[in-house]
């Protein structure tokens, strides 16, 4: 199955005074699969372009105590279907009018795309969700983000070794203290890792525009 990526479509949505924070989608590192490496690279490129500079933007990670959240509006939906992630990362960026960006790479929806519209398409309410379902967000300014995250992909290993999906063709993120502590940030407990842990509404009041 196809699906059309709605880049060409973001004009109905974005103004333009807005600056994004990367010119397209196209110009991203993307590997399927790895979204809290592809978020990674794409905050390492933010840094880059913008020397170092890291206002507003955070890496956002969207899970739940059992780590079954469903998420529309992805390329890997069947028509009007979510699909159902263990985890998600995804980019937000605060602009300086105060309006919020979500750079999603798996999504359809317009790169970046308006927090609103974001949260109305891809999220939706929480009403009609199971309590099993709902979900979580760990939000993490970019800088921390660069600095804590390492991952040595062996979650993406099956009890033979073997790759589920192939890997990036970069070597592993790590850090001096560690090669592996994804599940930190997977962990929607607020006492765990670096960041804010926020349910759907609380994330929903802290970053629209007021």
Known sequence: MSFLI????????????????????????????????NIWKLCEHVKIQNQGTFDHIYAVFISNERRM????????????????????????????????????????????????????????????????????????????YMKNFASDRSHMKDVSGAWRMPPPPYPCIETAESKMNLNDFICMDSHVGCGNVYNLTEFINQFEKT
């Not at 005074?17 to 490496?37: F, H, K, L, M, N």
């Not at 992805?74 to 009018?97: A, E």
Request: hydrophobic share 35%.
């Open 6 to 37: 709605q880049d060409d479509v973001q004009e109905e949505y974005i103004s333009a005074d807005y600056a994004p924070v990367t010119s397209s989608r196209q110009e991203c590192i993307y590997t399927s699969c790895y979204c809290e490496e």
């Open 69 to 144: 959240v469903p998420i529309w509006r992805q390329k890997s939906s069947r028509g009007d279907q979510p699909v159902i992630w263990d985890y998600h990362v995804i980019l937000l960026h605060k602009s300086q009018s105060e309006q919020s960006f979500i750079y999603d790479l798996d999504t359809v929806l317009p790169f970046p795309c308006p927090f609103d519209v974001y949260v109305k398409e891809a999220l939706q309410s929480e009403e009609f969700i199971k309590p099993a379902f709902r979900r979580k967000l760990r939000v993490i300014p970019a800088d921390a």
